[in-house]
């Protein structure tokens, strides 16, 4: 069974000072983390990030939704608005 959350990004958000300075962007690493928490239930722990594509830039202020299915490995799809903005696979 699919499963489908929004995370919204506040305009305000701590990496958006420095990364990029007039062309702020939300780190590859904060938008996995926040697919890792969502889809562990909020307990990270020890796993395996299978794949991870960054397909586009999520800005502050971006309401990004997050799609997984659980199986064997948990695959993961995230967008903003119809933008496909970040693919990949996770296993415990």
Do not use: Q, Y
Not at 10 to 37: E, Q
Not at 50 to 77: C, Q, T, Y
């Amino acid at each position: 069974m699919p499963h489908r959350i929004e995370h919204a990004f506040p305009v305000d958000h701590p990496t958006a000072a420095g990364h990029f300075p007039g062309n702020p962007v939300i780190p590859g690493a904060v938008l996995l983390d926040v697919v890792l928490r969502v889809v562990f239930g909020g307990e990270l722990g020890a796993c395996e990030v299978r794949s991870a594509k960054f397909l586009h830039p999520v800005r502050p202020g971006d309401v990004m939704s997050i799609r997984w299915n659980e199986g064997d490995s948990i695959r993961f799809d995230c967008a903003v608005g119809e933008r496909p903005v970040l693919t990949g696979s996770v296993r415990r």
